[in-house]
């Protein structure tokens, strides 16, 4: 893995390589502490309502807060980033949820309740946390050519699920060692470290040339209507609902898989069904991104095929399995398959409007943190009420199904942004 860190940015710029190693790496690191901070109050949530008392339902609603402030940020998050630079977004959020992923056993002692701050705590991780992936879009889009893109976003996107096993593993055993607090302290004070290490030895604003669109002596200006005829695109309307099925389902399945493997096999080890679809994820994420690179013109719509139907078949084997080692095997392909929307969608939002392409993921991003949390819920309601995973599994392919189908009709790559554009004369 340590390779592919080092080539990717090598590929973008030539007379910069060094420079541009550094910022992989960096990028890679903050999108794996994005995840373990994410992921630190489910690790820790049974453990907390052990010791405040708290039901089923007041757990959901600490971890649910987390998707509420998590779709406010989307959009102004990209807009910020395409008009100052991702980085300094990426960075400056990242003290921000660092410092409540530090204070949140703090919050949980000295607050009025311990369900209220803990609550508000997750509301306001999400809140800065919603500017990530923007930011990412954004500086990759305006920063990197198009033939790398695939295989940066898919690089980018291993820290996702670097970070999310980190927590299932050293996450699991420090809170058995040391209590859950160690959780959230540890990964705090990593956020601060990457803080501090990036201020002192990254050039911040440097990293390659900016491409925004210009000819001429013109500069481009896109307004609020013009805002509203991108969205009537056929190809950008395709993009956004595929992604929005895509999320929505993923964040479904995530929330639902530790309770589905607790009810079929409740004697296994939590760890093996925590961490093994993520390490499977990985590989798939990098070797995706690498060939889509080398492929033909839109390849984006034969990686969104992979990620949203292919998994899904192996989504529907999970109505029928009987032992633990298949359910684990078709969780982890279903999962694995999936990562590679970092070779679909989100290559094509900077194909199709590198100029905005910030704003627009941010937006695709709340439009599929919303509809997710609804899901969830939906399938929560669904799962107590048939007593059934088939009915679960069934409804997250139908989504998928749906989105992709409506993707594969209308996809295109045809950059649309600049008909969107008012010319000011500078």
């Known amino acids: 893995m340590t390779y592919f860190l080092m080539v990717v940015f090598e590929r973008i710029q030539d007379d910069e390589p060094s420079l541009a190693r550094i910022w992989t790496i960096v990028l890679v690191l903050s999108t794996c502490l994005l995840y373990w901070a994410r992921m630190a109050l489910p690790i820790s949530a049974v453990a907390m309502a052990r010791e405040y008392g708290w039901s089923k339902t007041e757990s959901g609603l600490a971890l649910g807060g987390f998707f509420w402030g998590y779709c406010f940020t989307q959009i102004l998050g990209g807009h910020a980033s395409d008009r100052l630079g991702g980085e300094w977004v990426l960075w400056f959020s990242t003290i921000c949820w660092g410092a409540i992923t530090l204070a949140m056993p703090l919050l949980a002692q000295l607050g009025p309740s311990p369900l209220i701050s803990v609550t508000i705590g997750r509301f306001l991780l999400g809140l800065f946390q919603g500017v990530h992936y923007p930011s990412l879009a954004s500086l990759c889009s305006q920063r990197v050519v198009e033939g790398d893109r695939g295989f940066l976003m898919s690089t980018l996107s291993t820290g996702c699920y670097l970070g999310t096993l980190m927590a299932g593993g050293l996450g699991s055993l420090m809170l058995e060692w040391y209590g859950w607090e160690s959780v959230f302290y540890s990964t705090g004070l990593l956020c601060g470290l990457w803080v501090l290490m990036v201020w002192m030895f990254v050039p911040i604003g440097q990293a390659v040339q900016t491409q925004m669109p210009s000819s001429h002596g013109f500069s481009f200006s896109l307004s609020n209507m013009s805002w509203l005829s991108l969205l009537r695109k056929p190809s950008v309307g395709a993009m956004v609902f595929a992604h929005l099925c895509y999320n929505s389902t993923f964040y479904a399945l995530m929330s639902w898989m530790p309770t589905f493997f607790k009810d079929k096999f409740p004697h296994t080890k939590a760890w093996v069904y925590n961490t093994t679809p993520w390490m499977v994820a990985i590989p798939f994420a990098l070797l995706g991104g690498f060939v889509s690179d080398y492929l033909i013109k839109q390849v984006f719509s034969h990686f969104q095929f992979l990620a949203m139907g292919v998994s899904s078949v192996f989504i529907l084997l999970l109505c029928n399995i009987v032992t633990f080692s298949s359910a684990v095997a078709s969780m982890s392909l279903a999962i694995g398959f999936s ?64 989105g992709v189908g409506v993707f594969l009709l209308f996809a295109d790559d045809h950059r649309v942004d600049l008909e969107q554009y008012t010319v000011i004369h500078v």
Not at 381 to 391: A, D, G, K, R
């Open 339 to 402: 990562t590679f929307t970092s070779s679909g969608v989100s290559v094509n939002v900077q194909d199709l409007a590198p100029s905005c392409a910030g704003a627009l993921y941010g937006f695709m991003n709340m439009c599929g943190a919303f509809v997710g949390l609804v899901l969830v819920y939906i399938s929560g309601y669904m799962i107590e009420v048939t007593t059934s995973w088939n009915m679960f599994f069934s409804l997250i392919t139908l989504v998928n199904v749906l």
